[in-house]
């Protein structure tokens, strides 16, 4: 069982800046790929990012590519999420999710997910 809590959400101006943190517990963090996703109002949730289980690899939605990055800290069981220039396009909730069976786009193949953190991008 894994627990995840995403914190580091707020409102920001457009092209400012802000780093998501989602903290694990529970055994063999480092046994799952992670991921974010978020969700804006009245849309449907959709990938953003995803790493794998020893941050070796990571992808990105095309959407925030060369501005989000994605990293992880395995000893401390934290996953990051920077996020620059950013738009307001980016306002969502954005969710932390973990997945056994690897990096993946598809939220389906995510096990545990947190209960999000909102991010607001005002114009």
């Known amino acids: 069982q894994v627990q995840l809590v995403e914190s580091g959400g707020g409102l920001v101006q457009a092209g400012g800046s802000l780093r998501l943190s989602c903290a694990a517990s529970g055994r063999l963090f480092s046994s799952y790929a992670m991921g974010w996703f978020r969700q804006a109002p009245g849309k449907e949730r959709e990938f953003v990012a995803t790493?794998?289980?020893?941050?070796?690899?990571?992808y990105y939605a095309d959407s925030v590519k060369g501005r989000f990055t994605i990293s992880r800290d395995n000893a401390k069981k934290m996953v990051y999420l920077q996020m620059i220039s950013l738009r307001p396009e980016d306002t969502a909730i954005y969710y932390c999710?973990?997945?056994?069976?690897?990096?993946?786009?598809?939220?389906?193949?995510?096990?545990?997910w947190g209960q999000g953190t909102q991010v607001t991008v005002s114009s």
């Open positions: 790493i794998s289980r020893n941050g070796g690899n990571s």
């Open positions: 999710a973990a997945s056994f069976s690897g990096p993946a786009v598809a939220g389906t193949m995510y096990n545990y």
